[in-house]
């Protein structure tokens, strides 16, 4: 199942090159809160929604081309990164993997720009990010659970 933001936040559910608007279901709860908020109301409701949601799946929807598709979780609480896909000029051993924070307020949505500032840079870095989304909260999870706290991907 792949959720979605669009148009003006609105919550969708992507079938093929459609998306299905899942507002009627999600109702005033979530459609209600500043949009940043909506996807993470979805995820903490998840459970429930669930068979609303797939009974949609089927539905017609709006295509996508019709649409403006939004950063699926505009304003996440933290985004914690990792070093370890980075091999481009490291000379010698890799390090064990590292991590960094961004701040949530680099999230862009789909086809945004990045402008970048106007000083003499030697380079830039550009890459693509796996992101996962984590759907409820944990702390100190052996290896074997982790996936069980991973909602999604982006």
Same mark, same amino acid.
């Given at each position: 199942m792949k959720l979605a933001l669009f148009n003006d936040y609105v919550p969708g559910v992507v079938n093929g090159d459609r998306i299905v608007d899942l507002s009627g279901i999600v109702g005033p709860a979530v459609m209600n809160l500043p949009p940043a908020d909506r996807m993470l109301a979805l995820i903490a409701d998840f459970d429930r929604l669930r068979p609303k949601i797939a009974e949609r799946t089927s539905s017609q929807g709006l295509p996508l081309s019709e649409v403006q598709l939004r950063a699926p979780v505009p304003r996440p609480s933290k985004m914690l990164f990792g070093l370890g896909n980075y091999?481009?000029? %490291?000379?010698?051993? %890799?390090?064990?993997?590292g991590l960094f924070l961004k701040s949530p307020s680099s999230i862009l949505d789909p086809g945004g720009t990045v402008r970048l500032p106007p000083i003499d840079a030697v380079i830039f870095h550009h890459e693509a990010e796996l992101g996962f989304v984590i759907g409820k909260r944990g702390k100190d999870i052996p290896e074997a659970e982790a996936l069980n706290y991973v909602f999604g991907y982006t």
């Open positions: 091999r481009e000029n %490291v000379n010698g051993d %890799v390090a064990p993997l």
